[in-house]
């Protein structure tokens, strides 16, 4: 007698070290901690007084009519405990006129009016002339150029190719129509394309000219961008590559429940999103519907976004309705503007086209040639997700999710005198395509998919069902009607350290949960019997 062995715990007693080794590594770093001396230098003055500003410095007023440059600066410092070191370059005259101003204000006032290059190093400011000046600024993004395109639509009836090869044209709108034959349908086609290096550059020069020996050059390979211009547009430049960068590196990290609810008797007509919410409400679900939900009770596709800290507690919710089917749980990290693809399934060939050539030659008679066109079927889960995220951490998501199963399904042709058998697709697909709004960490819930599948079950007497004719006597046949709906919940967040180390933790959780399950199952190991002998 052979006792069988459950699964070795060791893999997940080594993940899980390595998880608590990250968490600990990230929760103890310490920041180097300056000298006092060094602290007390770089602490601004914050002794209160008449005449003084947030930072301790002196507020004065500034009246100069056509002084020189030189002049201006050095009396602007004097009686201040700031240095000013003027370059003999520095030419031209000042008009100024200000009021309770400080020293840095100032100094940034006539930086803008009159393009001098004004730098401040602890206590001292070097000016120098208005000119050109080279500065080199670091982009980090990859070098590439990424294009998506995603498309939705409905047909109905034939279309008949015209000789030209346009079969028809397409409106604004998405609605196409074609003069050689009846269409009805509709069509939403979404592309998007990333040139973020060819949109930069033109940006810039577009920022800084090409006037007076102004240029900009850019080196995708090595993620460098150099400028050539004036004081005031290389500060114009400085804040707009910053504010870009900032942009282009936000991170939406998504999951995705894919669902398929087979419903109870009650809830024919679809989920009924109202009874959810209500159940919801002071138990675990703790949200509500926003005022992005058009249609709550079935009878077509809509959009929802819902107040839920997790998964499991909508989940549990829809059980009520019907019996809950997880079809795929994705998880998937974008930045911010670029698209992000899922794709599980597989792909399977079908005939799409046969063509037969008759060749008739006087030795050999007739003989007819088949050629076959393959085109490949997808079945099983696709999305495809956009994020966009706004300074108020809002993210806008156009979502595109499909789920389609490919049968097989033979034709019969007659072609000639022959009877041929084609194994042709039967393709049904359920998808959505929509543009929603959601705040960082709410569900959004995109459901009204429902299909309706009659199920047939077969009876039969033994022996007696198989005679031909009257074997159908001995066969009983039933029919069943189910209807589910699919339902596709998803839950942007956008990515910090505090979302790692969340993620982290979560992970940790379902190792341990995961470990708990081998332990639990894992075979008692054989005793020996009461009384046995033991050999030595």
Same mark, same amino acid.
């Given at each position: 007698?052979?006792?069988?062995?459950? #699964?070795?715990?060791?893999?997940?007693?080594?993940?899980?070290?390595?998880?608590? %080794?990250?968490?600990?590594?990230?929760?103890?770093?310490?920041?180097?901690?300056?000298?006092?001396?060094?602290? @007390?230098?770089?602490?601004?003055?914050?002794?209160?007084?008449?005449?003084?500003?947030?930072?301790?410095?002196?507020?004065?007023?500034?009246?100069?009519?056509?002084?020189?440059?030189?002049?201006?600066?050095?009396?602007?410092?004097?009686?201040?405990?700031?240095?000013?070191?003027?370059?003999?370059?520095?030419?031209?005259?000042?008009?100024?006129?200000?009021?309770?101003?400080?020293?840095?204000?100032?100094?940034?006032?006539?930086?803008?009016?009159?393009?001098?290059?004004?730098?401040?190093?602890?206590?001292?400011?070097?000016?120098?002339?208005?000119?050109?000046?080279?500065?080199?600024?670091?982009?980090?993004?990859?070098?590439?150029?990424? &294009?998506?395109?995603?498309?939705?639509?409905?047909?109905?009836?034939?279309?008949?190719?015209?000789?030209?090869?346009?079969?028809?044209?397409?409106?604004?709108?998405?609605? #196409?129509?074609?003069?050689?034959?009846?269409?009805?349908?509709?069509?939403?086609?979404?592309?998007?394309?990333?040139?973020?290096?060819?949109?930069?550059?033109?940006?810039?020069?577009?920022?800084?000219?090409?006037?007076?020996?102004?240029?900009?050059?850019?080196?995708?390979?090595?993620?460098?961008?150099?400028?050539?211009?004036?004081?005031?547009?290389?500060?114009?430049?400085?804040?707009?590559?910053?504010?870009?960068?900032?942009?282009?590196?936000?991170?939406?990290?998504?999951?995705?429940?894919?669902?398929?609810?087979?419903?109870?008797?009650?809830?024919?007509? @679809?989920?009924?999103?109202?009874?959810?919410?209500?159940?919801? *409400?002071?138990?675990?679900?703790?949200?509500?519907?926003?005022?992005?939900?058009?249609?709550?009770?079935?009878?077509?596709?809509?959009?929802?976004?819902?107040? $839920?800290?997790?998964?499991?507690?909508?989940?549990?919710?829809?059980? &009520?309705? @019907?019996?809950?089917?997880?079809?795929?749980?994705?998880?998937?990290?974008?930045?911010?503007?670029?698209?992000?693809?899922?794709?599980?399934?597989?792909?399977?060939?079908? $005939?799409?086209?046969?063509?037969?050539?008759?060749?008739?030659?006087?030795?050999?008679?007739? #003989?007819?040639?088949?050629?076959?066109?393959?085109?490949?079927?997808?079945?099983?889960?696709?999305?495809?997700?956009?994020?966009?995220?706004?300074?108020?951490?809002?993210?806008?998501?156009?979502?595109?999710?499909?789920?389609?199963?490919?049968?097989?399904?033979? %034709?019969?042709?007659?072609?000639?005198?022959?009877?041929?058998?084609?194994?042709?697709?039967?393709?049904?697909?359920?998808? *959505?395509?929509?543009?929603?709004?959601?705040?960082?960490?709410?569900?959004?819930?995109? @459901?009204?998919?429902?299909?309706?599948?009659?199920?047939?079950?077969?009876?039969?007497?033994?022996?007696? &069902?198989?005679?031909? $004719?009257?074997?159908?006597?001995? %066969?009983?046949?039933?029919?069943?009607?189910? %209807?589910?709906?699919?339902?596709?919940?998803?839950?942007?967040?956008?990515?910090?350290?505090?979302?790692?180390?969340?993620?982290?933790?979560?992970?940790?959780?379902?190792?341990?949960?995961?470990?708990?399950?081998?332990? #639990?199952?894992?075979?008692?190991?054989?005793?020996?019997?009461?009384?046995?002998?033991?050999?030595?």
């Amino acid at each position: 007698m052979q006792t069988q062995q459950a #699964s070795s715990t060791e893999t997940t007693e080594r993940i899980e070290e390595e998880l608590e %080794k990250a968490e600990s590594e990230s929760g103890d770093t310490e920041v180097a901690q300056a000298p006092d001396e060094v602290t @007390g230098a770089l602490m601004p003055d914050f002794s209160g007084g008449d005449g003084t500003g947030s930072g301790g410095e002196e507020r004065f007023n500034v009246n100069a009519q056509g002084l020189a440059a030189s002049t201006f600066f050095r009396s602007l410092v004097d009686g201040t405990p700031y240095n000013v070191v003027v370059d003999p370059a520095v030419e031209g005259n000042i008009t100024l006129d200000l009021t309770q101003v400080t020293l840095e204000e100032v100094m940034e006032v006539v930086s803008d009016l009159y393009g001098y290059e004004i730098n401040r190093e602890g206590r001292i400011y070097r000016v120098r002339p208005a000119g050109l000046r080279t500065r080199v600024f670091q982009v980090d993004y990859l070098d590439i150029q990424r &294009s998506g395109n995603s498309e939705t639509q409905v047909r109905s009836g034939q279309v008949t190719d015209s000789g030209n090869g346009n079969s028809g044209a397409s409106s604004d709108d998405g609605n #196409s129509s074609s003069g050689n034959g009846p269409v009805v349908g509709t069509r939403i086609t979404t592309t998007s394309e990333s040139r973020f290096w060819a949109d930069l550059r033109e940006s810039l020069n577009l920022m800084v000219g090409s006037d007076n020996g102004q240029r900009v050059i850019t080196n995708p390979g090595s993620g460098v961008v150099v400028v050539h211009a004036r004081q005031d547009k290389l500060k114009v430049v400085e804040d707009y590559l910053r504010r870009m960068q900032l942009i282009s590196k936000r991170q939406v990290i998504l999951e995705a429940r894919i669902l398929e609810v087979e419903l109870n008797e009650s809830f024919q007509q @679809g989920i009924n999103w109202n009874a959810v919410d209500q159940m919801g *409400t002071g138990n675990s679900l703790q949200g509500s519907l926003s005022s992005i939900a058009t249609n709550t009770q079935g009878g077509g596709a809509f959009s929802a976004a819902l107040e $839920v800290n997790n998964f499991n507690s909508l989940i549990q919710l829809l059980g &009520s309705q @019907g019996n809950v089917q997880v079809l795929s749980s994705p998880r998937i990290s974008t930045v911010n503007n670029e698209k992000a693809v899922i794709k599980v399934g597989s792909d399977e060939f079908f $005939v799409t086209d046969l063509d037969f050539d008759d060749d008739t030659t006087a030795a050999a008679g007739t #003989s007819r040639s088949t050629s076959v066109d393959l085109t490949p079927f997808f079945s099983g889960i696709s999305l495809d997700v956009t994020p966009q995220i706004s300074d108020e951490d809002v993210v806008t998501l156009h979502v595109h999710p499909s789920v389609s199963e490919v049968e097989d399904q033979e %034709k019969l042709i007659t072609i000639g005198d022959e009877d041929v058998t084609l194994p042709l697709a039967l393709s049904t697909v359920r998808e *959505t395509d929509s543009v929603v709004r959601a705040r960082s960490g709410q569900i959004v819930v995109i @459901g009204g998919l429902i299909q309706d599948r009659t199920e047939e079950t077969t009876s039969a007497v033994p022996f007696f &069902s198989e005679i031909p $004719v009257i074997g159908e006597l001995f %066969k009983q046949r039933s029919y069943e009607s189910r %209807k589910s709906e699919l339902v596709i919940l998803l839950k942007p967040m956008i990515a910090n350290v505090d979302r790692y180390a969340e993620d982290v933790e979560d992970s940790q959780q379902r190792i341990r949960d995961l470990r708990r399950i081998m332990e #639990s199952t894992e075979s008692p190991k054989p005793e020996p019997a009461a009384g046995a002998a033991q050999e030595r």
